[in-house]
């Protein structure tokens, strides 16, 4: 969901970076051929994604959720030269569409694919990151959260996506309502952990930065 009208949102586009050609080629073929397309980041939060890395220069990163690739190629834009970025999804089928453009970006060597639950990767992964992306099942955002806080390097970035959920977090919910009920109390975690200073944006369907002080 945006959270701003149509015209806008093309006014943000047409005046912000245009996305490289190999990701309008990704998210073409995404759109084709891949239920629910609009879970890829897209241009504008793919562009925002780009520019933190580019401007964190990260030797490290780590993506929970690869999806098709788009969000894992923005970040790796950033990455040092020999810097790697270490993407979990539990989806197998997605691998080809993964490899078909993860192998013309340039960046197939700094890009390691990790396939199955994500907690037990993660809790088995002995590394620390400069940037976190989350953008996996919801259910689970506070237990990842709980174990990527212990492996950021100083300073570190965590960056949380659809953390507004369409804005179902500030209506009535349902007790059976899990998600959302999960991105209420997670939005508040990272809030009051004083560890962190965050902000969330609304950016495509919320994004929010959390930096280890």
């Not at 990163?61 to 990455?79: P, V």
């Not at 993660?122 to 174990?147: G, H, P, Q, R, S």
């Amino acid at each position: 969901m945006d959270f701003i009208s149509e015209k806008l949102t093309e006014y943000i586009s047409e005046n912000s970076n245009k996305e490289p050609e190999i990701l309008a080629r990704l998210n073409q073929e995404t759109y084709q051929k891949i239920l629910k397309p609009r879970m890829i980041s897209g241009h504008v939060q793919g562009r925002f994604l780009s520019t933190i890395s580019k401007m964190k220069s990260p030797s490290t990163i780590l993506e929970i959720g690869t999806y098709t690739g788009y969000g894992t190629l923005c970040l790796a834009e950033g990455l040092l030269n020999e810097g790697m970025i270490f993407t979990i999804d539990r989806n197998e089928e997605l691998l080809k569409i993964q490899n078909k453009y993860f192998e013309q970006s340039g960046k197939r060597d700094n890009i390691i694919q990790l396939t199955g639950n994500a907690i037990e990767i993660l809790k088995d992964l002995d590394k620390t990151f400069d940037i976190v992306f989350i953008d996996a099942d919801k259910e689970n955002y506070i237990e990842y959260f709980k174990i990527v806080a212990e492996k950021l390097n100083k300073n570190g970035i965590i960056i949380s996506d659809n953390v507004l959920w369409s804005g179902k977090v500030i209506e009535s919910t349902s007790k059976h309502d899990e998600e959302t009920n999960i991105l209420i109390k997670y939005n508040r975690l990272l809030n009051e952990d004083k560890r962190f200073e965050t902000i969330i944006l609304p950016i495509r369907d919320g994004l929010s930065l959390s930096r280890l002080i």
